[in-house]
């Protein structure tokens, strides 16, 4: 019996007045604690330091997003020339007083005439799409809604484009609008309900279309998601009225591709779970005609891209970026230097130009962007974010441990140099595990409040992820999910054999999956943590699939409406293993009413239960807590003015709890 399922319905007056109460005792709990005021002040500090992305180039211009001071949102820049001066083309922080309007996307046109974007307000993701003139910043009258997450395909005359939106209401049937992506076709100046649809109609409704075009207009590829273990390629001709048709296996591997010239370039994990590459000739597409001309090496290939006549590869290898280059041929030319361990997180490079730009961060190096000229093989700085912090004070290691099943999994730990593993250092614990979603070296502004007061971070990598390639993800899916719980929970138990915390200065976080991940660590080892921040989670896994557009990941989890995923499901799922009066760590449960991806109803149902169950429901020592943001959705867009209050709550709840002075 669910006593809490009236809550999964946000709109009744009664879940109302629950919540209404339950942010009440929330606030009553937070906002005495001690240091907030400085937690508050220094957090300001660092996310101060802002943000910026590599540039996109399009004909002569250089456009990329920059964000600085207390500005809530990222502006879009556009620089004429590689070293030109800059000037704001788009800033979606006049959009709203509070900075709740987010650019979510955009998308230049192939010669930068014309840039498409979308915005969308309070964190739900749901995008209007706009167009906008560069040269002169006017706005066109061109506007399409539903266009969340959209994939944009310019035809090179700038006639129109070639784009992914979802549905109206009362297009499909009711429940369906957040499903049923289909392709269209938008000719500038039209109305866009007059769009002709180009792929998606009859197809499965949980299908996940994007779209890219060669240079020259001619080829329109379609790389259709099937969840995270499967992937079609469909191709059409632009000079021809047939339809686009599937030119991969239709088996379950993952494709991506790239057009260029007389050939595309197909990155895919068919029988190579860490990926390779064929040149495919699009006049005789079929598989048998692939030829491989980058093979799988030990390093994980994330894409690859054409730059200035080569092939642009980027990697992974044990959790830490590379990139390469290769002829078109798929001759290796060598590496591109990066500045140390750590991530690229972003590229911007074109075929026709010698001009490499890669977006560099690490957990002790603030994001910098780098340009490396192709012609002449050398790397210079482009930007970076200057942070108020000294890099040579922390150290970073990465450790490997062993899972309950013998499976070795890395750790990097971050922590002040001169650390004593004295067994009882306050230790924060994260990782996410699921997706396909590697977990590489980050910067964060935000965790250096934790860093500065003594504490470690560690991040695990755990099975579900992609940090060693297709089978490092499948371990952790589905049914083999419960390896992704025992790889974190070995992870806790190697910090503290290693003396870095114990039991009583152990904190863990998660969020989105990584919430799910909290959850199954509140009840499968409430023994091991002191204390949780959950964050917009995956709780009650039998009735995920009814909810927001979680359809979508039923291929990674399964559906409580087949037997046998019921089964699987069932095992592990935290609402429904909460024990009546079970001692439980401390809770900090995190959602946003607007969240368009996880339904804030996992959180409330959860709070709820453990509120009324646990032994520790009602303690003011050890509570269980649920903070409910407002006008922010999953996290995407959520402007800074509600990041540094979310963290002041973080940080505050978990100094108090393990004895930490602010």
Known sequence: MDNYRWLEDGTTPQTKEWVKNQLEYTRAMLDPLPGRACIEKR???????????????????????????????????????????????????????????????WYPSVDGKYVAYGTSLSGSEMSTLHVTETATGKTLPDAIERARASSVAWQPDNSGFFYTRLPKKGDVAEGQEMYNRHVFYHSL?????????????GRDPE????????????????EVSQGWTKSELFLKDTKSDAAPFRISTGKNFLYSGEA????????????????????????????????????????????????????????????????????????????????????????????????????????????????????????????????????????VKQLWYTSKDGTKVPMFVVHKKGL??????????????????????????????????????????????????????????????????DDFIAAAESLIAEKYTDKDHLAITGGSNGGLLMGAMITQRPDLFRT??????????????????????????????????????????????????????????MTADTDTRVDPMHAKKMAALMQAEAKNGASKERPILLRIESKAGHGAGKPVSKQIEEYVDIYSFLFWQLGMKP
């Not at 211009?61 to 704001?88: A, C, H, M, W």
């Not at 299908?207 to 379609?222: C, F, K, T």
């Not at 990139?323 to 972003?346: H, V, Y």
């Open 420 to 485: 004593v593993l004295n067994g009882k250092n306050p230790t924060w614990l994260t990782g996410y595990g699921g997706f396909n979603v590697s977990n590489t070296p980050t910067f964060s502004g935000a965790r250096y409040v934790w860093l500065e007061h003594g504490g470690v971070f560690a991040l695990a990598n755990l099975r579900g992820g992609s940090e060693f390639g297709e089978d490092w993800h499948r371990a952790g899916m589905l049914e083999k999910k419960q390896n992704v719980f």
């Open 260 to 395: 260029h010239a007389n050939a595309i370039y197909v990155t895919t994990n068919e029988d190579a779970p860490r990926y390779r590459v064929f040149a495919v000739n699009p006049a005789k597409p079929e598989r048998e005609n692939w030829r491989e001309i980058i093979p799988q090496t030990e390093a994980v290939l994330q894409g690859v891209s054409v730059a200035g006549g080569k092939l642009l590869a980027s990697y992974e290898h044990n959790a830490a970026s590379l990139l390469k280059l290769f002829s078109l041929e798929g001759k290796p030319l060598g590496d591109i230097p990066l500045p140390g361990l750590g991530s690229i997180f972003a590229t911007g490079n074109r075929h026709d130009k010698n001009d490499v730009f890669f977006a560099f961060h690490s957990f002790a190096v603030a994001p910098t962007v780098y340009h490396y000229d192709l012609k002449m093989g050398t790397s210079s700085l482009w930007a970076k974010v200057d942070a108020p912090i000294d890099p040579s004070a922390y150290e």
């Open 43 to 105: 957090l300001t500090e660092l996310l101060s330091v802002g943000t910026i992305s590599a540039p996109q180039i399009a004909g002569p211009y250089f456009l990329y997003t920059k964000r600085e001071g207390l500005q809530n949102q990222p502006v879009l820049y556009v620089r004429e020339g590689i070293s030109g001066k800059d000037r704001i083309l788009l800033d979606v922080n006049a959009l709203a007083a509070d900075g709740t309007v987010a650019l979510d996307w």
């Open 189 to 201: 100046g039209t109305d866009p309900a007059k769009d002709a649809l180009i792929f998606g109609e």
């Open 532 to 589: 949780v921040v959950c964050q917009v989670p995956l709780l009650d896994m039998l009735r995920y699939q009814n909810f927001q557009i979680a359809k979508l990941w039923i291929p990674e989890y399964g559906s409580a409406e087949d037997a046998k995923q019921f089964e699987w499901l069932y095992a592990y799922s935290p609402y429904h293993h909460v024990k009546a009066g079970a001692e439980y760590p401390s809770v900090l449960f």
């Open 207 to 222: 299908d996940w279309p994007n779209v890219s075009l060669s240079e020259d207009g001619r080829w329109l590829l379609i």
